[in-house]
């Protein structure tokens, strides 16, 4: 099987400007290398500021890297002209963490869904109204909530609306940034669920960012824990678990109390465990 | 012991501006005892931040048909003169908001911010003002960093630092207690481990009575007393955290807990398996019903459930649930 998405030794260095004294240089990607293969799903972990927001805009050719090469079918992306990246952005779309602030307020459901459509320019009217119906009940809304603005709808009914936008131009890798967070935890369900109908039904290919590690075992194939621009720890999810210790309960308890001398990463996954699971589990 | 904060029956609801009203919060009652640690559950829509603002009787211009009382040491805050809630509010009960960056002024310094607070309770001492603003800010940030603090801006701070000074303006008068309506929901995990650190100790050497609003049951673990879980503006169980967490009553609660994606699941295999679902949507219960406001979400429904609403039920001496499967026949 071949890799969807290819990172090598991926570097984005920002340059800070201050009002007095020389510029300073943030590095938010430090060297990453990771690939993706077709239908799976990739998820990131880490904490605020770790750099995964930045490797997610880098890969939706939204910003060039420093240095290092990104390759999405065989073909190197990074370097291509704005005109090729273009054509490229349809095929990776991105989703964001808070739907609302991604929709145009006076537009409605129609609108909203049309727009992406109506960038490939081959469809009509009436084509089109079809097609953002048949968009709306692959993501488990109803047809006729067409007319509707995005305010009107609940938090899980936007997260939809922004999977079917994306999903409008049939890409084939769709970035979640922080997709789930905002929502609440029955309707993150709901929404995960939704995620893996779809990478079933049309073998879509995720990367999945996040700071929800139980969510990220859940739904990912392989996890990767960024720290400071870079990936720290990679592998299957049973192997991420396994290694933060938290099969062994009172082990994971332990490494809270004295997270403060853990190495970062392994902190991270500690609190990252503690924060989100099953009420449940902690009192086992 | 008395209870610090008693509230009855409080019914708080909403006019939408096509006319259509609301219910918030509908028939909520429940007490503190001083020291307390209440965490209250609840998804968005179910009012928990309605009722933190209206325990301190600060109401949307909308709102409409307040009824029910909150007594705070025996006084009924829904009903006291405004200068005397002006005085309890900030010093005796303070609130801290979900969005710190937000709820902070943009263009003032923070330490300037909470001097501002001592100042509106009455204190005009300026050496006093600022002794007492070092002092709190210190309780909350390392002796080295908290002066750097002081003289910062608030988009000079990060997520944490800001929600840092949001407390510090909340425990500056030192209050008896402090409700917090989703401290941590903007903050990533290790900071929100953090915060909830700082809570657990503010709690120990202050002795706060607390009020800890959140939708993620994760945080409630080893920190709150009781645990109230809100539902479409009721209570549908209040018990003992460990009763609530551990098991469960009301179908709503045990549905909730079980569409969170398990971290130990020992049965995990390489096929993916779905995560169970409460279906429907909470917006379709925010419409006034007859009967049970879970009820057509419900899996485990009845006959009954639809025509008539649920009344509390004592499952065990600390724990009650509203739902007919626990009433006694």
């Not at chain 1, 340059?15 to 590095?27: I, Y």
């Not at chain 1, 709306?136 to 047809?143: A, D, F, H, R």
């Not at chain 2, 009855?8 to 609801?13: E, F, H, M, P, Q």
């Not at chain 2, 219910?23 to 829509?45: H, K, N, T, Y």
Request: hydrophobic share 40%; with cysteine; aromatic share 6%.
């Amino acid at each position: 099987m071949h890799g969807l998405v290819r990172v090598e030794n991926l570097v984005k260095r920002f340059s800070k400007t201050r009002l007095a004294g020389p510029n300073q240089e943030v590095r938010a990607l430090a060297g990453v290398s990771f690939s993706i293969l077709r239908g799976t799903t990739l998820a990131i972990v880490g904490e605020s500021g770790c750099g995964k927001s930045t490797l997610a805009l880098c890969l939706a050719c939204l910003e060039r890297p420093t240095s290092g090469k990104i390759w999405f079918e065989e073909r190197e992306i990074s370097g291509l002209h704005e005109k090729d990246r273009r054509v490229i952005r349809r095929q990776i779309q991105l989703i964001f963490q808070d739907p609302a602030n991604s929709f145009n307020p006076r537009w409605t459901v129609l609108e909203i869904l049309t727009e992406p459509l109506a960038l490939t320019g081959n469809l009509r009217g009436e084509e089109m109204r079809s097609r953002a119906g048949g968009l709306l009940s692959q993501v488990g809304l109803s047809p006729d909530m067409q007319g509707k603005l995005s305010s009107e709808l609940s938090g899980g009914q936007r997260q939809r609306l922004a999977i079917a936008r994306a999903l409008a131009l049939e890409p084939k890798l769709l970035i979640l940034d922080e997709a789930l967070s905002a929502l609440d935890c029955s309707v993150q369900a709901q929404i995960a669920n939704l995620l893996m109908d779809l990478q079933g039904s049309l073998k879509m290919t995720y990367l999945f960012i996040s700071h929800d590690l139980a969510m990220a075992a859940y739904l990912a194939d392989e996890i990767a824990v960024m720290s400071h621009g870079q990936i720290v720890e990679q592998g299957a999810p049973e192997k991420i678990l396994k290694q933060t210790g938290q099969r062994n309960h009172d082990a994971l308890f332990a490494a809270k109390s004295r997270s403060r001398f853990l190495p970062a990463h392994r902190r991270l996954a500690a609190c990252l465990c503690v924060y989100r699971s099953r009420p449940r589990e902690l009192f086992r | 012991m008395g209870a610090i904060l008693e509230v009855r029956d409080l019914r708080v609801a909403y006019r939408s501006r096509g006319g259509v009203i609301f219910r918030a919060l509908d028939g909520i009652s429940f007490s503190l005892e001083p020291g307390e640690v209440m965490g209250v559950l609840g998804e968005s829509g179910s009012g928990k931040s309605t009722l933190a603002t209206s325990l301190l009787r600060l109401f949307h211009a909308n709102a409409v048909d307040i009824s029910g009382s909150v007594l705070f040491q025996g006084q009924d805050l829904l009903q006291a003169e405004a200068d005397e809630l002006q005085k309890i509010r900030g010093k005796l009960i303070s609130l801290i908001f979900q969005e710190p960056s937000v709820a902070l002024h943009p263009t003032l310094r923070a330490g300037r911010q909470v001097r501002q607070v001592l100042a509106a309770h009455g204190m005009n001492c300026r050496s006093a003002l600022e002794k007492r603003t070092r002092e709190v800010l210190g309780r909350l940030f390392f002796a080295e960093e908290a002066e750097r603090i002081a003289r910062s801006y608030p988009h000079q701070l990060s997520g944490g630092q800001r929600q840092r000074v949001l407390i510090a303006q909340a425990i500056a008068c030192g209050p008896s207690v402090l409700i917090a309506d989703e401290p941590t929901a903007s903050l990533d995990p290790t900071t929100q481990m953090e915060t909830l650190g700082v809570f657990r100790t503010l709690r120990k050497s202050m002795g706060l009575t607390m009020i800890f609003i959140t939708h993620n049951p994760a945080l409630l673990g080893d920190f709150a007393d009781r645990v109230l879980v809100l539902y479409a503006g009721r209570v549908v169980e209040l018990g003992a955290a460990q009763d609530i967490l551990v098991s469960p009553k009301h179908p709503y609660t045990r549905a909730l807990f079980q569409s969170i994606a398990p971290l130990f699941d020992t049965r995990r295999d390489s096929s993916k398996k779905k995560l169970p679902t409460i279906s429907g949507d909470s917006l379709e219960s925010s419409l006034p019903v007859a009967g049970c406001p879970f009820e057509p979400r419900c899996p485990e429904r009845m006959e009954i459930c639809k025509s008539r609403e649920p009344g509390l039920v004592n499952v065990s001496e600390t724990h009650t649930v509203s739902c007919f499967r626990y009433e006694s026949p």
